[in-house]
Every structure is written in C-alpha cells, then in structure tokens.
C-alpha cells in the first residue's frame, strides 16, 4: 500500500509515532510523510519514508496561506494516488481532511487534543468547529487520546464515523526504561518539559517555583523546552537569580527525565501528555493539572498528584506534598508510574490499533 502521512512538525512525528512508521514500512508499504522541513526530516527518511515538503504554519491564522495548504494537499494526493492518508494535528486534520474528501481517499484522523482554539469559547471556536466538521466528515477511523475529547466532538455533532480511544501516542517503554530512582539527598528535583507557553501552565509554574524555593531552598526546578511565547527574559531573570534552570530546547529528554524525582505538567488541556507517559515509564512520580489528557496518565496519591488548573495555590500545595513524602514513598510511587505505563499505555497498543484500521480498509 501506498501511505501518506500529514503532520505539522517533524520532532512529534518522529518520537512518538516512530514506531508506527517503522511498522508501516516493515510491512512492505510505501510510507510517504508531508510536513515542513526541520531537522528530524533526515532522522524520518533514514527509516525509509519519503519526504515531501510542505510549507504550514503550525499556529498562523491566515486563511490564505491556509487555502494554500489545502490545495497543496490536493496536488499531492492526486499525484501519489495513496491508498490511505493518516492525518495528525488540527491542520493536517482539517485540510487533509477535506483534500481527501474531494479526491475520494480514505483518511484516518488523530485528534491530538483540543487546542487552545476550541478551549478558549468565541469566535475563533466557531471558526475551527466550523472547519472541524468538513474536515472529520468522511474520515474512516476517528482516534481519540482521551474520553472527554471523544465526548466534546460527539456534543458538537462532529463524529460522523467510526470512533476509537486509543492511549494517546502510547511510551516507547524500551526507550523510557525504568532507571533508578536518584538519591535521597535532601534535594528534590522537579522536572518540566514543554514549549514554553501560557497554554503549559508556564505562569503558574514560575510563580509556585518561586514561592516553594522560599520555603524549601534545597528544591531544584529543571525547565527544558523552547520558547513558543513571549517567555525568554522573565526565563533568563528567573534563572540568574537561581529560582529555575533553564535549559532550553533539548534532544535528550530523557537523560532530564533519569535525574529527576518528579516532573512537573501545569497544562491546561492536552490530548495525552507525553511527557508524563515517558516520566512515568521511567519510574519518575507525576505531578499534572486535572485535565483531561493529564489526569489519566496517573493514579492519584498512587503514583502522582493531581492540582487545580491555573491555581498556583494548587500547584504549590502539591509539590509541598510531594517534598514531604518519605524518600521510600517517592520511589515506589515512581515504581506504580510504570506498572501503569506496562498496563495501559505501551505504544504496541497504538500500533495495533492503526494497522487493525488500515487492514479493515
């Protein structure tokens, strides 16, 4: 079969669906993949696949560069001829989605959370609802990474075919192993990985970790992510004066994961977070907003805690709990964390849900 995957960026499609990738192309298919170019392109055509550049502007709101896109789609699928389209990401879905439509392709779909255009009621809302709906209409398989964002589209009236719920982008847990739990020093590590955006909960964070550091100087705050917002200076200042380490963008997130005692998600929606599966698989405690795509990636008390979204209060509150816990408690909610990665969250599961879909195509 010939494969076509539309995705927005290449560092997401690279280590999360990798394995997926390296599936499809075991299987003797064809995998080409449209997204712009960066520098996990050549990381995505060592494995086999075949590269075509598309220009999209991940966060733009211009609706011609966006009709553009659209038609780019088009052009592409009526030259490759693909057998089947996989889509990720609300670009991708929408636009691909219609490209798909018009030439009669099958198209699977990913929705890969909310996004901030549809948390945020108005206008703007609409719009993408709007959008959604033409996009969504004729998929084949819809995935979900979480219940509530199954729910939200069925309210909308946007689930038009077949629906499954599959555990976000599933862990590598190979690649995220269970390491060794870091000594019981006297300083607690505290791990945040994510672009650097209001969306995250980056706000809150840097207010919490101020407050805590005043109470527990011996608490270290790691930061690693690139700078989406307007969030460098206040970063910089904050990690001159010793409140945070700031490490920016990184490849090896999972050498921060090893060091740390528990990572930190203040996120306000998510589909599922990643970082929290690859925390969890490596046998680190989760400390996430409740929201869906957080909530789910822990057991509460068990092996992380749960805070208020957008309440600093709340946020502090559970990273005080969590620095006086017993260090034996620590390490075996670290130890629950990947029980429950093995039980529920293996990205085989991910895979198998979408060469099952494929094959029934």
Same mark, same amino acid.
Request: aromatic share 8%; net charge positive.
């Given at each position: 079969m010939k494969i076509l995957v539309l995705a927005n960026f290449g560092m997401g499609l690279y280590n999360f669906r990798k394995e997926l990738l390296e599936e499809l192309l075991n299987q003797k298919n064809v995998v080409y993949i449209s997204l712009p170019n960066d520098e996990y392109v /050549?990381?995505?055509?060592?494995? %086999?696949?075949? &590269?075509?550049?598309? /220009?999209?502007?991940?966060?733009g709101t211009n609706p011609i560069k966006d009709i553009k896109l659209? =038609?780019?789609? =088009?052009?592409?699928?009526?030259?490759?001829?693909?057998?089947?389209?996989?889509?990720?990401?609300?670009k991708p879905n929408v636009y691909g989605g219609v490209a798909c439509r018009?030439?009669?392709?099958?198209?699977?779909?990913?929705?890969?959370?909310?996004?901030?255009?549809?948390?945020?009621?108005?206008?703007?809302?609409k719009i993408t609802l709007m959008l959604y709906k033409a996009g969504l209409k004729k998929t084949s398989c819809l995935f979900f990474q979480n219940e509530?964002?199954?729910?939200? &589209?069925?309210?909308?009236?946007?689930?038009?075919?077949?629906?499954r719920v599959i555990p976000g982008s599933g862990v590598n847990l190979v690649q995220h192993p269970l390491e060794e739990y870091p000594d019981d020093d006297e300083k607690n590590r505290f791990l945040f990985i994510g672009r650097m955006m209001k969306a995250k909960g980056i706000e809150e964070l840097l207010q919490a970790a101020r407050i805590v550091k005043e109470k527990y100087p011996n608490t270290q705050f790691d930061l690693i992510g690139g700078c989406e917002e307007d969030y460098f200076q206040h970063l910089a200042e904050l990690n001159k004066s010793g409140i945070i380490n700031y490490h920016g963008q990184q490849n090896d997130v999972?050498?921060?994961?090893?060091?740390?005692?528990?990572?930190? =998600?203040?996120?306000?929606?998510? %589909?599922?977070?990643?970082?929290?599966?690859?925390?969890a698989s490596s046998g680190r405690v989760v400390l996430a907003s409740r929201v869906p795509g957080c909530k789910e990636t822990f057991d509460e008390d068990l092996s992380g805690f749960g805070f208020e979204v957008k309440s600093v209060e709340s946020l502090v509150e559970a990273i005080i709990k969590f620095i006086r816990l017993p260090y034996v408690q620590k390490k075996a909610m670290g130890l629950a964390g990947r029980k429950k990665m093995e039980n529920e969250y293996d990205r085989k599961i991910v895979i198998n849900a979408y060469v099952d879909e494929i094959n029934n195509l």
């Open positions: /050549p990381k995505l055509v060592s494995l %086999g696949c075949q &590269f075509v550049e598309t /220009p999209l502007e991940r966060r659209l =038609l780019h789609y =088009l052009k592409i699928i009526k030259r490759m001829k693909p057998d089947v389209v996989l889509t990720y990401t609300i018009i030439t009669k392709t099958p198209y699977i779909t990913n929705i890969t959370g909310l996004g901030t255009s549809i948390e945020n009621r108005g206008f703007i809302q509530t964002n199954l729910k939200f &589209f069925n309210e909308k009236k946007l689930v038009k075919s077949k629906a999972h050498s921060f994961i090893k060091k740390s005692h528990a990572t930190i =998600l203040p996120s306000y929606h998510e %589909g599922t977070a990643n970082v929290l599966l690859e925390s």
